[in-house]
């Protein structure tokens, strides 16, 4: 749309909410004197936020910076930007006057004071702590989506330095398509991974993606679906393989299916033939800095979330997880010995309705499972093998009514005679419905100081620590 129409609809949409206001004002105020001041105020408050906001988008349209995201594009890519506001602005200028912070500021003042204002801030500012330090740590800021990559300086376990693409541009997806995984159209969430330079990638709108071939990832990126309603849903999902630095937050996982015996794109210069995928919902291969971070994830062909191949540095925190089998393996096989440097760390998560085993099932590493809400499980909750090493801290164990499956834990196809010197704790743990954890092995602290990677609250706060699990309902100018 060229500038002089931008001006035409935002000038008629001026006289519009000038006339908006004059009957709000007058329904509120009876005082006329009161009216004609408040009134003053408010009109000469829009029409001045009205042309700054016309002058700060024609320069940025003027100015806004190039970044070629393919070898084979050489002009301005859209998609990438400073500011993923600057995006919402130019597509949607209409709607971006509305939610501008003095506008809606003015108007509250001009409508209701500035006494009740001041109250509700405080009291937002004394409420939103949860004792989660992740959430803590950001979701009390109601200009959360000004600053998204706080989010990276967040972190907590054994994944806490993974910074994803804090350090790069934004990318914006307003693509939900996957036509090509060779060649990605560029604003898909495809494109966007594949890139070599570090990128937050965000999305336009609420969308649900599905993937004709799995999502191969580069190295430090972040996939922030706050604000929108973003499904990966129905085909291929995420594959984190041999990289480093990934964030995943914010995303609805589910109905992941096997793919693959096709051509992917794993790079801008580089894509390779890819054999059957087992249909996880995440799956991390040979990877390290990996935070798995509010997502929602349910239903999968193999795993929720698996970890193989030595990796290691993982967060998995904040996540609900539903509806599945076997929903989180962390290492490839008792014979792969490289999985005995991996650590792991689970955190704030609800397992929830319809699970049945492996919340984790365990081989080699050092696992810290802490302030976890386990509602549901059918057959174990936690399981290994290969003498992993487990440190259960502060977590809710819910046992079903089944009374043949009130154990928590499971060694998997291995004698008492050999488990019985694996080093697994439940401290602090607790149990209900007759729930039960069978430790083994040395008791002392020493002995669990690679699977410990945070301080663990009280299992009495479990419930207000994990209510938020899953993926958020984030609103913008609103506490998340």
Known sequence: MAMWEWKKSLSLFSVLLFVLLVGALARVQKDETTLNLRFAFVGFACLYENARFLNAAEEELQSSPTSTMAEKLEGL???????????????????????????????????????????????????????????DCWRCDANWQRNRKRLADCGIGFGRNAIGGRDGRYYVVTDPGDDDPVNPKPGTLRHAVIQDEPLWIVFKRDMVITLKQELIMNSFKTIDGR???????????????????????????????????????????????????????????????????????????????????????????????THHNEVMLLGHSDSYVRDKQMQVTIAYNHFGEGLIQRMPRCRHGYFHVVNNDYTHWEMYAIGGSAEPTINSQGNRYLAPVNPFAKEVTKRVDTAEGQWKSWNWRSEGDLMLNGAYFTPSGAGASASYARASSLGAKSSSMVGTITAGAGALGCRRGRQC
């Open 77 to 135: 890519n859209e998609h990438a930007v400073d500011d993923p506001e600057e995006v919402a602005r130019m597509v949607e200028i209409i709607g971006a006057l509305l939610l501008t912070s003095k506008v809606k500021t003015v108007l509250y003042h001009a409508l209701h004071g500035h006494q009740n204002s001041t109250e509700r801030r405080k009291l937002g500012f004394f409420s939103c702590g949860t004792g989660n330090p992740i959430d």
């Open 227 to 321: 604000g929108v309603n973003v499904h990966i849903a129905n085909g291929a999902c995420i594959t984190i393989q041999f990289i480093t630095n990934v964030i995943i937050h914010g995303l609805h996982i589910h109905d992941c299916k096997p793919t693959g015996n096709a051509m992917v794109r794993s790079s801008p210069s580089h894509y390779g033939w890819r054999t059957m995928a087992d249909g996880d919902g995440v799956s991390i291969f040979g990877s390290s800095h990996i935070w798995v971070d509010h997502n929602s994830l349910a239903n999968c062909a193999d795993g929720l979330v698996d970890a193989v191949m030595g990796s290691t540095a993982i967060t998995i925190s904040n996540n609900y997880f």
